[in-house]
């Protein structure tokens, strides 16, 4: 495994505070279920992925989760949501770096973000259908919805939600990559050397 010395331990800190951060400004999209947020909190994890490797994402995307489940609770009273956020996001970061370290330019990252958005909305309308959902009903004492009700939300919301949340992330960080890319090659080749 992985050691990280005390510049990568503070900074995967710092970026976990600020992912919890933008986690909190989370807004509705007006046509999707209310339930279903936006927030910029995996554009951090992104950074620390791209800067420290994939570990050190999985952990800011681990730690504000677990800073948001201790700060603001569930409806649940299990962590279900911030299960389901620590698992998109994982799913969105990780194909991202492994898609971006083959291309290594500004198109390759453009093309590491689509990969990934795609990536996390086809494997959390799977696991939304499988496990989260049922879980939800399961711990709000809920009647299950029905294969086809199921089905219809995941194929009219979820995905869909998915897909956009993935474009709006990728906007913002595209934004800050144009600025940010010679600083993150610099990061990564003190950390290389």
Known sequence: ????????????????????????????????????????????????????????????????NVLDYFMT?????????????????TVFI????????????????????????VTMAVLMSVLNYYVIMPAYTFFLNAPAMSSPALRQLIVTGILPFNLVKGLFISIVFMLLFSRMSAWISRQQSFKNA
Do not use: Q, W
């Open 1 to 64: 495994m992985k050691k990280f010395g005390v510049k990568e331990l503070v900074s995967i800190g710092m970026l976990s505070s600020i992912a919890y951060v933008l986690m909190l400004l989370n807004f509705p999209l007006p046509a999707f279920p209310a339930y279903l947020m936006v927030d910029f909190s995996d554009i951090p994890a992104l950074i620390a992925t791209l800067v420290f490797g994939p570990l050190a994402g999985v952990l800011v995307e681990l730690f504000k």
């Open 73 to 89: 609770g569930s409806t649940t009273g299990v962590p279900v949501g911030h299960i389901a956020n620590f698992i998109a996001g």
């Open 94 to 117: 990780l194909p991202t770096y492994f898609i971006y370290t083959k291309l290594k330019t500004k198109k390759g990252m453009t093309l590491a973000l689509v990969g990934g958005t």
